[in-house]
C-alpha cells in the first residue's frame, strides 16, 4: 500500500517538475518576444517612460502603420516635436524603409528558393532513392558533404561569382545561390520519404502503361506530399532568415533587400525608434511563427520518415 | 489475345543465377501455374514476361513479337502482384480507371468499362473508397479490376491471393479461374501453393533453382512426377520416400522393416540398371492402415494422428523414418500403437537413389 502510495507520490512529482521546467524555459524563451511584442503596440516615444509599462495601457497599431509606410507627414509631426530632422523628410525617409518591399522580396526569395529546390530535389531523390546505379553512395555523401560548409566560408566566392554572372542587386543573387544550400538536406529527407514506397507501385504503373517520368508526377509525388512539403517549408524557413549572402549581395539598396538585411539597416537608420524596430521584428518573425505553428505536425512526420515503421 | 513463348532464358543476379536457361510456351487462352518453393526463379520469370526485370540471355515472345527491347508500358500485358499495389492515393474508380488512362480513352469509355469492371466484380458500391478502407478481399478484387479493366493480351499474377485467408482463398481461388475461363486471356500464374498450383491450371510447370522440373497437366504431374523433388512438392501432405535396396534377381525391394515385391512394370528398368539401392515413393493417400496383420504388410508404430474431419492424418514410425498416411476417421489408433501398412503396387513410385530421376516404366 505505502509503496503504491509513495509511487504514486514520485509520478505526480516527476510530472510538477517536468511541468515547471518546461514552464521555466518557455518564459525564458518568450519573454524577449513578449516584450518586443508589448513594445511594439505602444505609442512612439511611451517605450521610454518610466516605470516601464509590461503591456501598454492603450495598445496603438501606430508603430506597424510607420513600418509599412503608412504614415502621415502631419502624423509624424505632431509626435516628433523638437526633432532635427523635419517631418516631411521623416516621412520620405519612413517611406523608403518601409517594410512592405523586404517582405515582399522575401517572400518571393523564400518562395521561389522553396519550388525550386524541391523540384530539384525531389529528382535527385528519387534517383538516391530508388536507381540504381555506379558511386551512389559516393553521390550521396559527396551531396551531404555540401550541406556541411558553413555558409559564411561561401560568402566570398558566391558574391564574385553572382557578380560575374551580372546578378549583384538582383533577388536572383540570392536566389540561385539559396536553392544549393537547400538542396542536400531536401534531397535527403524526400529520399528518406521515397524509399518507404514499395516498388511495387511502380511496377504496376509501368505495366498499366506509363512511363517513368509520368509515374514519377503521377504516384510518387501525391504519396512523398508530406515528405515534400516538410522539405519545402524547411527551404523556406531557411531562406527566409538567411542574412549574410542576403546582405552582401544587395549592396544596401532597400529595393532589392529581404527582411534580415532590411532589419539591419532599418535598426540603425531608428536606432532610437524602438516601437517601430519592434513592429519590424514581429512583422517578420509572425509569417514564420505562423507556418510552424500550422505545419509543424506535417514537419516533424516528415523528419522522421524512415526512422521508425509505422 | 496471343500466347507467350520463352527462349533460353537465362537471369543472373551476380553470381547467383535465377534462371538457368528456361524454354517454355504459354498456349494461348490457357492458365499455366508456375509453382515452386521460394527463391525457384518463377516470379523473375513472371517479372521478365512483364519487362520489369530484363533477361541476361536469351528471348521472350509475346504472339509472335520477340519483346526483349519493349519496355513494360508498351507491352500489352496486365499484372496482378501479391502485395496488390494498388495506388493509395486514388480511390477504387480512378486505381481501375488508371491503366485506361494511359491509352488516352475518352472519358465517358473509360467510366463505362471502369463500371462495368467493377460490376463483374461487385465492386460497384466502391468505387468512391480509397484501398485503405478496403478489406483483403476487396483489394484483391479492385488488382483484379485494374488488370481485366483494359482487355491484355496476357495476364500475369504473382502470387495474388496469398494475402487473402485460408477461406476466402479458396473461393477467389475458383473465382479467378472462372474469370479466366469467361475472359479467355492467356494467364501466367505464379504460387508456392502446391494445392493453388493443382486446382487452378490447365498447364502446371513445377520450378526448382531456376530450372524446370517438369510441366503438364496437372493430373498428369501428380500421377507420374519425373522425380523426387516434384514428387514431393506436389500433393499434400507430401509423398512418403523410403531409401530401399534392390534384389535385382528376385525382383524386391528391402527396406530396414520390410521388404516387397518390386512393380513388374519396374522389373526391366530395375534390371537393365543394375544399381542396387533405390527410393521408393507412396503418397500418403495410397497408405492403407490397418490394425492386424495382413498378408504383405509392413508393420510401423503410430507416432502421432491428427485428425482433420473427414479422415485423419497418422504419422507412423517405419524403417526408421516417419511416414504419413492418410485414414478414414474410424481407424483411431494410439500413439505408441503397432498398425499395419500395406500398398497397393500400381501406386508405387521409383527413383533412382543417386539422380532422384523417377524409373521409367514399361
Not at chain 1, 178 to 189: A, D, E, G, Q
Not at chain 2, 50 to 72: M, Y
Not at chain 2, 143 to 162: C, N, Q, Y
Not at chain 2, 212 to 218: C, L, R, V, Y
Amino acid at each position: 500500500m505505502s509503496a503504491k502510495l509513495s509511487h504514486r507520490y514520485r509520478t505526480q512529482y516527476t510530472y510538477l517538475m517536468q511541468t515547471v521546467v518546461t514552464i521555466l524555459i518557455a518564459v525564458f524563451c518568450l519573454t524577449p518576444m513578449f516584450y518586443i511584442l508589448s513594445t511594439s503596440l505602444k505609442p512612439r516615444g511611451a517605450e521610454y517612460m518610466i516605470p516601464l509599462e509590461l503591456w501598454p495601457s492603450k495598445p496603438t497599431l501606430q508603430a506597424y502603420r510607420a513600418v509599412l509606410g503608412i504614415v502621415e507627414e502631419a502624423e509624424l509631426a505632431s509626435e516628433s516635436k523638437g526633432s532635427m530632422v523635419l517631418p516631411a523628410d521623416q516621412a520620405r525617409i519612413v517611406k523608403s524603409l518601409s517594410f512592405v518591399t523586404p517582405l515582399r522580396n522575401s517572400l518571393i526569395v523564400s518562395s521561389a528558393v522553396a519550388a525550386f529546390s524541391l523540384l530539384i530535389s525531389s529528382l535527385s531523390a528519387y534517383a538516391i532513392a530508388r536507381l540504381r546505379f555506379r558511386y551512389k553512395i559516393q553521390s550521396l555523401i559527396f551531396l551531404q558533404l555540401g550541406a556541411m560548409i558553413p555558409i559564411a566560408v561561401t560568402i566570398a566566392p558566391t558574391f564574385m561569382l553572382m557578380r560575374s554572372l551580372g546578378l549583384l542587386r538582383t533577388l536572383l543573387a540570392m536566389i540561385i545561390p539559396n536553392i544549393f544550400y537547400n538542396v542536400p538536406m531536401s534531397t535527403w529527407l524526400i529520399a528518406c520519404y521515397f524509399a518507404e514506397l514499395p516498388f511495387d507501385l511502380e511496377d504496376a504503373a509501368k505495366v498499366d502503361g506509363y512511363k517513368p517520368i509520368q509515374i514519377f508526377w503521377k504516384v510518387i509525388i501525391p504519396l512523398a506530399a508530406p515528405g515534400l512539403f516538410s522539405a519545402g517549408v524547411f527551404a523556406f524557413l531557411g531562406s527566409w532568415g538567411e542574412f549574410m549572402l542576403a546582405s552582401a549581395v544587395s549592396m544596401g539598396i532597400p529595393a532589392v533587400q529581404t527582411v534580415p538585411a532590411a532589419m539591419l539597416n532599418f535598426s540603425v537608420q531608428f536606432r532610437y525608434e524602438w516601437t517601430w524596430i519592434s513592429a519590424a521584428i514581429i512583422l517578420s518573425v509572425a509569417l514564420v511563427a505562423f507556418m510552424t505553428l500550422v505545419f509543424q505536425r506535417w514537419v516533424i512526420r516528415g523528419l522522421t520518415a524512415g526512422a521508425v515503421k509505422y | 489475345m496471343a500466347g507467350v513463348r520463352v527462349e533460353g532464358l537465362l537471369k543472373k543476379f551476380g553470381n547467383v543465377t535465377a534462371l538457368d536457361h528456361v524454354s517454355l510456351e504459354f498456349e494461348d487462352g490457357q492458365l499455366t501455374v508456375l509453382v515452386g518453393p521460394s527463391g525457384c526463379g518463377k516470379t523473375t520469370l513472371l517479372r521478365i514476361i512483364a519487362g520489369l526485370e530484363d533477361a541476361t540471355g536469351g528471348s521472350v515472345f509475346i504472339g509472335h513479337e520477340a519483346v526483349n527491347q519493349v519496355p513494360p508500358w508498351e507491352r500489352n500485358i496486365a499484372m496482378v502482384f501479391q502485395s496488390y499495389a494498388l495506388y493509395p492515393h486514388m480511390t477504387v474508380f480512378d486505381n481501375i480507371a488508371f491503366p485506361l488512362r494511359a491509352r488516352k480513352i475518352s472519358k465517358a469509355e473509360v467510366k463505362q468499362r471502369v463500371e462495368q469492371t467493377a460490376a463483374l466484380l461487385g465492386l460497384s458500391e466502391l468505387l468512391q473508397r480509397k484501398p485503405r478502407q478496403l478489406s483483403g478481399g476487396q483489394m484483391q478484387r479492385v488488382a483484379l479490376g485494374r488488370a481485366i479493366v483494359r482487355k491484355p493480351e496476357v495476364f500475369l499474377m504473382d502470387e495474388p491471393l496469398s494475402n487473402l485467408d485460408a477461406k476466402l482463398r479458396v473461393e477467389m481461388r475458383a473465382e479467378l479461374k472462372r474469370l479466366q475461363k469467361d475472359l479467355g486471356v492467356t494467364t501466367i500464374y505464379v504460387t508456392h501453393d502446391q494445392a493453388e498450383a493443382m486446382t487452378m491450371a490447365d498447364k502446371l510447370v513445377v520450378m526448382r533453382g531456376g530450372v524446370i522440373q517438369q510441366m503438364g497437366e496437372p493430373e498428369e504431374v501428380y500421377s507420374h512426377p519425373r522425380n523426387t523433388f516434384v514428387g514431393g512438392f506436389i500433393g499434400s501432405p507430401a509423398m512418403n520416400f523410403i531409401r530401399c535396396s534392390v534384389d535385382c534377381a528376385e525382383a524386391e525391394l528391402h527396406a530396414p522393416d520390410f521388404q516387397c515385391k518390386a512393380p513388374s512394370r519396374f522389373v526391366e528398368a530395375l534390371r537393365r540398371r543394375g544399381k542396387d539401392s533405390v527410393i521408393l515413393g507412396v503418397r500418403p493417400e495410397d497408405l492403407k492402415v490397418l490394425a492386424s496383420f495382413e498378408e504383405g504388410a509392413v508393420p510401423a508404430t503410430v507416432y502421432i494422428s491428427e485428425p482433420m474431419g473427414k479422415e485423419m492424418l497418422l504419422t507412423v514410425e517405419v524403417g526408421g523414418a516417419l511416414a504419413k498416411a492418410i485414414t478414414p476417421t474410424n481407424v483411431r489408433p494410439r500413439i505408441g500403437e503397432t498398425v499395419w501398412l500395406t500398398f497397393d503396387e500400381a501406386c508405387v513410385h521409383l527413383f533412382d537413389s543417386e539422380t532422384d530421376e523417377a524409373l521409367p516404366t514399361e
